[in-house]
Structure formats: C-alpha cells, structure tokens
C-alpha cells in the first residue's frame, strides 16, 4: 500500500491563480481530511470528508473547495490563492470517523504565493 | 485562541535527560492522539489514548491521559538525538463520535543535544 499520496510536493502560485493539491490513499478509507499547518498554529482543518459524496467544513474553510467522489480521492482547490494561503498542506485518512481508528497523514505539500 | 494547549511551546534537553510535554483543554478530551513530525516532513502516529487513565508505552515514550480527560502528557525517558522533532497532539473535543473531527495543539519543538 502506498498509504496517503500528495502532489504537488512544492508549488509556488501568484496572487489569484487558482490550483489543486491532490489527495489519494490506497487504504478503502473513508474518514479524509485537509489541515494546513503554520508556525506556531499547529495542524488547523480546512475540510473533512465522512464518505464519498458528503464533504464539511472545518475551522478555516474559507478560500478553499473540496469534493469527494471516490472514496480513494480528496482533492483540494483554491480558486483565487492570496498570500495567507501560503502553507504547509496535509491530507489524513482513517478508516472511518471513529475516534478508535488510528489517522494516516500524506507528507504534505509546501505552497507559496507570491 | 488555540483549544488544545501544548506546553512547552519549545524544549531543548541534552541527550539521555528526561522530558514531558503536555496537553490541555478546557473540554475533555476525546479520541486524544500523539503524533511526531521531523523536520519538513509528514506525520507519524505514536499513540492514541481513550480512556480517563490510560496508559500507553513505545520504546522509550508514555503518554497518559488523566482521568477527567482534559489533559495528556507525553513522556521520553533517556531522550536519544532521534526524538528531536515537532510533537502534536491531537483530539476531538466535542465526544459526539458523529464528525471525528480532530483538532491540533500547537506543537512543541524538542531539540536533543547530543
């Protein structure tokens, strides 16, 4: 198993360009979830996902879109990326949304906008 | 304001000292997890704690979670150069089971000089 996939690894955007940070995991999971990580914050959640088709918002949402129709992908989009976008992005997937499952994390992509 | 509180924020400790970093919160705590994260990289799962105190150990880590729930420690004994790194802590604090919804702490920043 590959376990949780993320790509780009690096990317740097301008000011209003839009992209998407892919998400995937191997593992029939289907508990996923979107954190952006900044110093001194710790691990915030942008997004969740409890299955395939239903999706929620986090503590910071905003700038940001998420859908889920596979259960292997969870992929991320910024429509309009501004600087305060400019993070450290992790995926997680665990098996379901019991709290007795342990969470995976993917190694995170580092995005900078100019 | 940040609901779940590390403390220390940073620690420095010489090799073979012990150490303890903690984790609180004004809600009790749920589902609480331990994780570490070297440098640039992603996270690593160390030890998931449920009940009001438990007890789990790894090696040379032990991590407790009281018994009203509202605080973990995690403790290193014997701190080797390999442990330095960001350890997060993570935990649902609303128990409800229905969104396993994690939240982060900070992190804490532990450094072991040899």
């Known amino acids: 198993n590959a376990g949780v996939t993320q790509t780009p690894k690096f990317q740097v955007l301008k000011t209003g360009q839009s992209m998407t940070l892919q998400c995937a995991q191997d593992?029939?999971?289907?508990?996923m979830s979107w954190y952006r990580q900044d110093p001194g914050m710790g691990l915030r959640l942008i997004h969740y996902?409890?299955?395939?088709?239903?999706?929620d918002q986090g503590e910071v949402p905003n700038g940001y879109n998420v859908s889920r129709s596979t259960t292997e992908d969870f992929p991320l989009r910024l429509l309009s990326a501004a600087p305060s976008q400019t993070s450290v992005y992790f995926c997680a997937s665990r098996r379901d949304r019991s709290l007795q499952e342990t969470q995976y994390f993917g190694p995170g992509t580092r995005l900078l906008v100019l | 304001s940040q609901e779940l509180e590390q403390s220390p924020q940073s620690l420095i400790v010489q090799e073979g000292k012990n150490l303890t970093i903690n984790c609180t919160s004004s809600?009790?705590?749920?589902?609480l997890y331990w994780y570490k994260q070297k440098y640039g990289e992603g996270l690593i799962f160390l030890m998931m704690?449920?009940?009001?105190?438990e007890e789990k150990s790894h090696e040379k880590i032990t991590a407790k979670l009281d018994e009203k729930k509202q605080q973990s420690s995690l403790h290193i004994t014997a701190s080797q150069p390999s442990h330095a790194g960001i350890y997060l802590c993570g935990a649902d604090l609303h128990g409800s089971g229905n969104t396993g919804k994690l939240i982060f702490g900070q992190g804490t920043t532990l450094q072991v000089k040899p």
């Open positions: 704690l449920q009940k009001g105190g």
């Open positions: 593992m029939n999971h289907e508990y």
């Open positions: 809600k009790t705590l749920y589902g």
């Open positions: 996902s409890v299955g395939a088709g239903i999706t």
